[in-house]
């Protein structure tokens, strides 16, 4: 179980918290260090989210370069490669 602490992140340096303390916090930073990058492209605009899933970024994303842009038209996001890139590819590909 990870405990979020309301503390300023400085005040771990000078050694005012306790072991389980100091072990959580740096249990949330080795969590924030192997989160990737998502980028997503579509009509000429790029959307980068890092924190959160694949599934939560490509919403957000559908939401920022999609649903507001009321030029998009139907389409899929297709993966660059074996990147966390993804372009937007206009077609039908649901039928």
């Known amino acids: 179980m990870v405990v979020l602490l309301s503390v300023p992140l400085d005040d771990f340096t000078c050694g ?6 100091q072990e959580n916090y740096n249990t949330l930073q080795d969590r ?4 990737e990058m998502h980028t997503f492209n579509a009509y000429g605009k790029t ?38 890139e993804w372009n937007w590819q206009e077609g039908n590909f649901f039928d």
């Open 16 to 21: 005012h918290y306790t072991k389980i303390q």
């Open 32 to 35: 924030r260090d192997k989160m």
């Open 47 to 84: 959307f980068a989210d890092e924190f959160g899933t694949m599934s939560r970024a490509m919403e957000t994303a559908n939401k920022e370069l999609l649903c507001q842009n009321p030029l998009s038209k139907d389409g899929a996001w297709f993966q660059v490669g074996t990147s966390n």
